[in-house]
């Protein structure tokens, strides 16, 4: 999800992994038509264009609902998709422990990926992950199926340094959705007015102007193969004892894993992006990010190669534009006029 205002502009992206059902789909239907539809062709990649106001500004949102991927194509499309993105909505099913796990795996990319943009632009570390990510544990309706507490979501929360926690059911709660992606404005936009986050020149300069008088915010929904974990949704339950549907707790961000610069070899390219080289004798780089928690040590020197390169040597800002096409080939944009902008 991409976000723009007056102050700036902000990306938010939606990553699911291993999608099938499309929960990340539900989400972005529920919260621009306040309408829950449950079930969504899952090859169908999108973009939605929404605005609406939100704490009396207009906001413009911008939500790209990704299909599933071949598994080659995966990590590259899901990488391009991260560089695209300025927020991130990381959604997990209460109901199934295994989307929860994946969400430290995204995040790590997210890490990943943001921080790699920042080093090619000579910014200082302090900028490491300076995007807004929101952890959202979906389906608390099905409470008698809950495998992960909102206990677990909030300390999850923390451990991975996003901004703040929610528990949703997109089926039963619009406000809840709505919620969600309030706050996701609320931390992007606080992101962009705060200069010590702000997003260095070299990430926005390639974004399309948006009017000084609104705000909007741009979302990514995606998936991936595997099993059913969403950045945006999942399975919940919610079990008696918690009457926390919909609860928010705000964290701030923890320091993220010092990745050391050492044994990358970075150069700016005549566009100003960088060039990474690369040992392909190295592990790929989605190894390297469990899902118990822990983040497994990194190899001095590595940069996952895109799979149609048989080169040595890797542009980063070629490569996400090539990716960028071939998503861009299966995209439906879809416009709605702000219908619930009387929120
Ligand atoms: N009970 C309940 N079901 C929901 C909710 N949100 C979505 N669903 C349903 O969950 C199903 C999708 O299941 P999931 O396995 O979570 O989907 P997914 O594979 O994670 O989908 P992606 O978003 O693409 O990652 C669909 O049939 C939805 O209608 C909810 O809040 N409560």
Redesign the pocket.
Known sequence: MKMSSGAGRGDLVHR????????????VVRFITRR?????D?NLEKVYNFHTIMDNEMVFFEILDTA?QPHESECLTLEANIRWAEAFIL?Y?VT?KC?FDECNRLKFLINYNKRKRRLGSNSSKESLSDVPVVLVG?????WGDRMVSPEDGQRRSKEIGCVCFHE?????DFEQVWSVFRDVCHFWKVHNKCPKLKRSSSDSRSEPLVSPESSGIRSL?G?MNGS???L?????NISAPFSTIGRRWTEVELDEEDESEEGVTERKSSAGDSEVSMESSLPPFRARASTDGHLLSRPRRWRYPPPSLSSQTYHGGSSSSSSGGSCADRRMSISMRGNNASY
């Open positions: 699911g992994a291993h999608s099938q059902g499309r929960s990340v789909a539900a989400l829950f539809i449950g079930e969504y899952p599933a959604m099913s199934d989307s979906n389906k608390i309706d099905q949703i059911s997109v089926r039963e929904c998936s059913s974990t969403a945006i949704n999942s399975r919940s």
